[in-house]
C-alpha cells in the first residue's frame, strides 16, 4: 500500500441517507474510521445496520450525503473491501470445499480466466491457518458447523489483503471457541492497518472487539469511541423498553 | 436386438448417433451450472419460449438456429430485467408467460400446411434426419460454449455460490448471470433439432442432478454429467431403433431412467457413510 | 358486429365448444386463485406434466383418462417423495427433471401408436371442437365436486396459505389440505385436457387468477373476475379462431387463440395497471445522486 492511502481515513460517512425505492431507512450517518481502527454498528433489528454495510460496499443506493471508502467512492473501492457475510446465508449443499472458499478472497488478484496458482494455493492455506482450520481445507464447506463455516468466510477476507473488513453479525450464534479465533485474528489484521466495521447485538463482544460505535436506528443516535457511544441513556435511546439498567451501572438489551 | 445391428448399418442412424452423445454430453456438462444456479425452472420457461421463435423461423424460412436464439435471448433480457426491478417475480407470471408463447408457437405453426409433422418435430425433435450441417454447428456451437464455461468457471462457481460476496469483490453478477442463461439457451436452441424444445430440458437439468448424486465435488460432476448426457443419447437412441419408439423423447426417458437407477443404488451406499447436514425446510418453498 | 360474435355459435360443435369453456372457465378460475394463493404455478406445470404419460396410454388403449391420469400422478408424487429425502436435490430441480421426463414417456406411449404427430397434437393441443355431450357432462361433474371440496375446505385452505405454521399448530392436517388441493388440481387438469391439451392447461388455471389478482384484492371478487375474464377469453377465442378460419382462411386452432386471448388480457391489464402506477406515483420520485445498480437490491 502507498503513503498516501495511509493517510486518508478507511472510512467516512457524511450525513448519508440510504433507500430502498423511496423510502429512507436510514439517515443522518456521520464519522469516520481510521485505519486499523474498529468500528460496531449497534442497534435493534431493522434498524439499517445492514444496509449500511451494503451502502459502504456500494450496493445500496445513497439518496443523500457521501461514502468516502478508502479515499475513493464505494463502488471503486470493492476489490479493496472484504465483505463477511452470515455463514448461514450461503447454501450448505453447495459442492465447494473449504480451499476453494478462501480462494474466492483471491480472485480479483488471479483475474478473470486465469486460475490459481501454487502462490494462491499457499495464501488461502495460510489464511485458513490462521483461523484453525488449515486441516479441514479439504472438507466440503456444508458438511463444517456453523462457527467453523464464519471462520472459513473470515478466513476467505484475510486471505483477499483488503484494506477495510465489513462483517454482518459475524458473532452471531457461534460457539465459544469460534468467537476467541474472530477477536484474534481481527486483532491481528488491526495490527497490520486493516479498519474492522461490524453489525452485531452483543454488546460485550462489541467492547471486547471495537474500539469505536455507532448507535443506529433508522437514524444515528451516537457515533464515537465505545464507553461513551454505549452509554445507559443513548441505549435506551435506541432500544426503548428493551434496554435495562442493572444496578452498578450496566445496562443489558433484553432480546 | 436384430433391429439395433441393421440400423447401426445406416449412415442415417450413425449420424443421429453421433448427433445424441455430442448433443447430451455437452447439454449436460452446461446443466452443472443449471443445477447450481437452481436453474431448472428457468430451462423450463426456456423450453416454451424459444417454440415460438422457433416455429416464426420456420414460416419465414430463415435459420431455426437464429430464431430460436432470438427468442430465448428475449427471455433471457426479461428474466433479468424482471429479477433486477423485483416488481413480477411471481411463478404464476412466469406461468402465464410460458402458456402464452406456446399458444403463439402453436398458433404459427398451425397457420401452416402440414402443420402437425413441423409441431412434432419442434416439440420432440427428429434426430434421425439431422443433417451434417446440423452436426457441424452442434460441434462449433457447444465448443464455444463449454470453452467460455471454463474459462470463467470460477467466477462463474463464485457467482452462483456467494452472490452478494461476488458483489462485493468487484464481480457485476448480472454478466455472470447473463454468461450462464446465455450458453443455456444457446445450448437448448442448438439441441432443438435433435431432440425438441420441451425434451432438451431434460438434457439440461437430469444430468446434472444424477451426477450430484454420485459426488459433491464440482470437477467429477461435470464429468459424471457428461457421461450420463452422452449415455443417454446410445441408450434412448438404440432403444427407439429396438422398440420403434420416437428417439427423442426415448433419449430423455433414458436420462431419467439413470437418474432413477443412481438414486436407487446411492441410496443404498453413498448416503449410508454421508450423514445429513443440517435438514432443510421443504415445504411450500418449492413454487416460490 | 353481434352478428359477429354470434353468428359463429349457431351450430351443434361451436355452442358445445362454447359450454366446455365456460365450464372450465368456472373451474379454473376458481381453483386458480387456491393455486395462486398457495404459490402452486410451479407444481401445477408438474402435475400437468406428470398425468400425461398416464392419459398418454389411456388414449392409446381407450380407457378412461382418470384413472390413467391417477397412476401415472401416483408414481410422479412417489418419485418426489423418495429424490427430495436426498440432500443434494432441490425440491424445484426435482421438479423440472419430473416435467421433463414424464412429458419424455408420453411422447415414447404415443409413439408406438399409429398416427403418432396427429395423436400427438391432439393430446398436446386439445380438440375443442370436437367436445361431446358425454364429455360436457364428465366435465360438469368434475367442476361441481371440486367447486364443492373447495367451498367446503375453504376457510382451511385459505389459513394454510396464509400461514401454515400456525395452520399447524392450530391441528389441521396440512398434508391431507395439501393433498386435497393437488387432486382438485390435478381433476381440474384432467377435465380441460381433452379440450385443451396438456401444454397449454395450464393456462386455464393460471391466467385467469393472475389477471383478476392484478385488478381486485380480496379473495371472493378474486374469484369471481377470474371466473368472468376465462369464460369471456373462451368466448373471444371461439370468435376469433371461427371467424379468422371461415372468412380470412387464416386456420387458427381453437385451443391456442382461446390461450393466446386469456394471455393478451393479461398483458393488456398489467400493463394498465404499470401506466396507473406510473402516473400515479411520479410527483414523489426521489432525487438521487449515485445512479443505482441493476443488482443491488438484496
Known amino acids: ?51 449500511l454495510i451494503k451502502a459502504i460496499l456500494g450496493l445500496v443506493p445513497i439518496v443523500g450525503g457521501r461514502i468516502e471508502v478508502l479515499g475513493t467512492t464505494p463502488s471503486q473501492a470493492r476489490g479493496d473491501v472484504a465483505y463477511v457475510p452470515q455463514a448461514e446465508a450461503l447454501d450448505h449443499e453447495f459442492p465447494v470445499d473449504v480451499l476453494q472458499v478462501v480462494l474466492m478472497g483471491r480472485y480479483r488478484r488471479i483475474g478473470w480466466v486465469w486460475r490459481p496458482n501454487r502462490a494462491h494455493k499457499a495464501a488461502a492455506l ?48 457461534v460457539d465459544a471457541t469460534t468467537t476467541d479465533s474472530l477477536l484474534a485474528v481481527l486483532e491481528g489484521l488491526r495490527a497490520k492497518g486493516v479498519a474492522v466495521v461490524m453489525s452485531t447485538h452483543d454488546l460485550s463482544v462489541a467492547h471486547l472487539a471495537c474500539d469505536a460505535a455507532c448507535l443506529l436506528n433508522h437514524h444515528q443516535v451516537a457515533f464515537g469511541p465505545i464507553a461513551e457511544a454505549l452509554s445507559a441513556d443513548r441505549l435506551k435511546a435506541t432500544y426503548g423498553s428493551s434496554a435495562l439498567l442493572l444496578e452498578g451501572g450496566t445496562t443489558l438489551i433484553a432480546r | 436386438m436384430r433391429n439395433l445391428v441393421e440400423s447401426l448399418q445406416s449412415p442415417l442412424f450413425r449420424r443421429a448417433l453421433l448427433e445424441a452423445v455430442l448433443i447430451g454430453s455437452i447439454a449436460g456438462t452446461v446443466g452443472v451450472h443449471v443445477v447450481l444456479r437452481k436453474l431448472p425452472f428457468f430451462v423450463v420457461a426456456m ?30 433480457v426479461a428474466v433479468l430485467v424482471l ?206 | 358486429m353481434w352478428d359477429l360474435l354470434v353468428e359463429p ?61 391417477l397412476a401415472s400422478g401416483a408414481l410422479a408424487v412417489a418419485l418426489l417423495a423418495v429424490g427430495s429425502r436426498r440432500r443434494q436435490i432441490d425440491a424445484d430441480a426435482l421438479m423440472a427433471l419430473l416435467i421433463a421426463t414424464f412429458f419424455a414417456f408420453g411422447v415414447v406411449v404415443v409413439s408406438r401408436g399409429t398416427g403418432f404427430q396427429s395423436d400427438l397434437t391432439a393430446l398436446l393441443f386439445g380438440r375443442i371442437l370436437s367436445v361431446d355431450q358425454r364429455e360436457l357432462i364428465d366435465t360438469a361433474v368434475v367442476a361441481v365436486v371440486c367447486l364443492l371440496v373447495l ?87 371461439l370468435v376469433v379462431s371461427y371467424q379468422g378460419s371461415v372468412h380470412h382462411g387464416w386456420r387458427l386452432a381453437s385451443g391456442a387463440t382461446v390461450v393466446m386471448c386469456l394471455t393478451v388480457g393479461f398483458v393488456l391489464v398489467a400493463a394498465g395497471r404499470a401506466v396507473v402506477h406510473v402516473v400515479r406515483s411520479r410527483p414523489v420520485a426521489a432525487p438521487s445522486r449515485e445512479p443505482r445498480p441493476a443488482a443491488a437490491r438484496p
Not at chain 1, 142 to 155: D, M, T
Open chain 1, 1 to 51: 500500500m502507498t503513503h498516501s492511502r495511509f493517510v486518508t481515513p478507511a472510512l467516512v460517512l457524511d450525513n448519508v441517507a440510504a433507500a430502498y425505492d423511496r423510502d429512507p431507512v436510514l439517515e443522518g450517518v456521520s464519522g469516520s474510521v481510521e485505519r486499523g481502527g474498529s468500528l460496531a454498528l449497534i442497534g435493534p433489528n431493522g434498524a439499517g445496520k445492514s444496509t
Open chain 1, 126 to 173: 495460510e489464511a485458513l491457518d490462521e483461523v484453525g482450520l488449515a486441516h479441514r481445507a479439504h472438507d466440503r464447506f456444508g458438511v463444517l458447523s456453523g462457527g467453523q463455516r464464519q471462520r472459513v468466510l473470515l478466513a476467505r477476507a484475510v486471505a483477499q489483503e483488503a484494506g477495510l473488513l465489513l462483517l454482518d453479525e459475524p458473532f452471531n450464534g
Open chain 2, 47 to 76: 423450453s416454451h419460449a424459444t417454440f415460438p421463435g422457433v416455429a416464426i423461423a420456420s414460416a419465414l424460412g430463415v435459420s431455426l438456429f437464429v430464431g430460436g436464439t432470438i427468442a430465448g435471448l428475449a427471455v433471457v
Open chain 2, 83 to 288: 429479477g433486477a426491478s423485483k416488481v413480477l417475480d411471481d411463478a404464476s407470471i412466469i406461468g402465464v408467460v410460458l402458456a402464452g408463447s406456446f399458444a403463439l408457437g402453436v398458433l404459427v405453426v398451425s397457420a401452416q400446411p402440414g402443420s402437425s409433422k413441423d409441431l412434432t418435430a419442434f416439440l420432440v425433435g427428429s434426430i434421425l434426419t439431422v443433417t451434417p450441417a446440423d452436426i457441424a454447428l452442434t460441434v462449433i456451437v457447444g465448443g464455444t460454449v463449454l470453452l467460455v464455461l471454463s474459462a470463467l468457471h470460477k467466477e462463474l462457481v463464485l457467482g452462483a455460490f456467494d452472490r452478494v460476496g461476488a458483489a462485493a469483490l468487484g464481480y457485476r453478477p448480472w454478466v455472470l448471470d447473463a454468461v450462464v442463461l446465455v450458453a443455456v439457451t444457446v445450448t437448448m436452441v442448438t439441441a432443438i433439432p435433435a431432440v425438441g424444445a420441451l425434451l432438451a430440458v431434460a438434457l439440461l437439468t437430469v444430468p446434472a442432478l444424477t451426477a450430484r448424486l454420485w459426488t459433491d465435488r464440482l470437477g467429477p460432476t461435470q464429468a459424471i454429467a457428461a457421461l450420463v448426457g452422452g449415455l443417454s443419447g446410445v441408450l434412448g437412441l438404440s432403444a427407439s431403433a429396438v422398440w420403434s419408439v420416437a428417439a427423442g423423447g426415448a433419449i430423455a426417458l433414458a436420462t431419467g431412467v439413470c437418474f432413477v437407477v443412481s438414486l436407487a443404488v446411492t441410496s443404498l451406499t453413498v448416503s449410508r457413510r454421508m450423514p445429513r447436514t443440517a435438514p432443510r425446510d421443504r415445504v411450500g418453498g418449492a413454487a416460490a
Open chain 3, 9 to 69: 355459435f349457431s351450430t351443434d360443435y361451436m355452442r358445445r365448444a362454447l359450454v366446455e369453456l365456460v365450464l372450465l372457465g368456472v373451474l379454473g378460475g376458481v381453483v386458480g386463485v387456491y393455486v395462486l394463493l398457495r404459490r402452486l404455478a410451479f407444481i401445477t406445470e408438474v402435475v400437468q406434466h406428470a398425468v400425461f404419460p398416464g392419459i398418454a396410454v389411456a388414449f392409446v388403449v381407450g380407457q378412461s383418462l382418470l384413472a390413467g391420469a
Open chain 3, 151 to 237: 367451498a367446503a375446505l375453504h376457510k382451511e385452505l385459505v389459513l394454510r396459505a396464509f400461514d401454515p405454521i400456525g395452520a399447524e399448530a392450530a391441528g389441521y392436517p396440512i398434508a391431507a389440505l395439501d393433498l386435497v388441493l393437488n387432486l382438485v388440481v390435478m381433476l381440474t387438469i384432467v377435465a380441460a385436457v381433452r379440450a385443451l391439451g396438456t401444454v397449454l392447461v395450464v393456462a386455464f388455471v393460471v391466467t385467469p387468477a393472475a389477471t383478476a389478482r392484478l385488478l381486485v384484492r380480496r379473495i371472493g371478487p378474486m374469484m369471481v373476475v377470474a371466473v368472468a375474464f376465462a369464460g369471456l377469453c373462451g368466448w373471444l377465442g
